[in-house]
């Protein structure tokens, strides 16, 4: 009995200064954690908004949870970026993706969390698969029942071979990002 009193003694106290030396390192990396998270972000923005000249960070509207970034060049909007999600095969897929409000085109699209299946659905990462959507629009595209749709569903997005599922994660993040980008348009660019 007295035995096991000790060890339960000498575990709460190990237990105890383990929780405290996480809480310190949570605590001291804090602030450069969310300096990286803040870089990634604005690195997506960079990559998916034709060039601008203002700091889409700062220049930015929230409308209903979703924050808009506005890249303008000489004062004019070139391009609005925003974020994306979409159902993978090991979970949400989130992307930032850009459009121009001249035609509702897609400027580009870049990935910025996903839990794919590493050498299949991670492929979603490559350019030659991100680039097929440049340009895309609703007007543009071939949809299956409203939607942008993968080639195997109909549509005229090339899935990639053993990550179909993965594939439809990233056309329906597509998708709703553009449905959403045309329901906000005028509140996103009125007043810019």
């Known amino acids: 009995m007295r035995e096991s009193l000790r060890l339960v003694i000498v575990l709460t106290l190990v237990c105890l200064i383990a929780a ?16 990286q998270k803040r870089l990634a972000h604005l690195k997506a923005i960079k990559s998916v908004l034709p060039p601008f000249d203002n700091d889409p960070l700062k220049d930015k509207k929230e409308i209903e949870g979703i924050t808009f970034y506005l890249g303008k060049k000489e004062g004019e909007i070139t391009g609005v970026a925003f974020s994306s999600k979409g159902e993978g095969y090991s979970g949400f897929i ?3 993706m850009g459009v121009n409000p001249e035609d509702d085109s897609i400027t580009g699209i870049e990935i910025l969390e996903h839990m794919e299946t590493p050498g299949l ?47 439809r994660g990233i056309v329906e993040a597509v998708d709703k990002g553009l449905k959403v980008f045309l329901k906000y348009k005028e509140q996103i660019l009125i007043g810019q």
Do not use: H
Request: hydrophobic share 40%.
């Open 94 to 96: 989130t992307i930032m």
């Open 20 to 35: 405290l030396a996480l809480a310190g390192v949570d605590r001291l990396t804090k602030e450069p954690r969310l300096e």
């Open 121 to 167: 659905g991670a492929n979603i990462e490559k350019e030659e698969f991100k680039n097929q959507f440049k340009e895309k629009s609703l007007a543009n595209s071939k949809l299956v029942d409203g939607r942008l749709a993968v080639k195997k569903d109909k549509g005229d997005i090339d899935a990639l071979t053993g990550a179909t599922i993965s594939s």
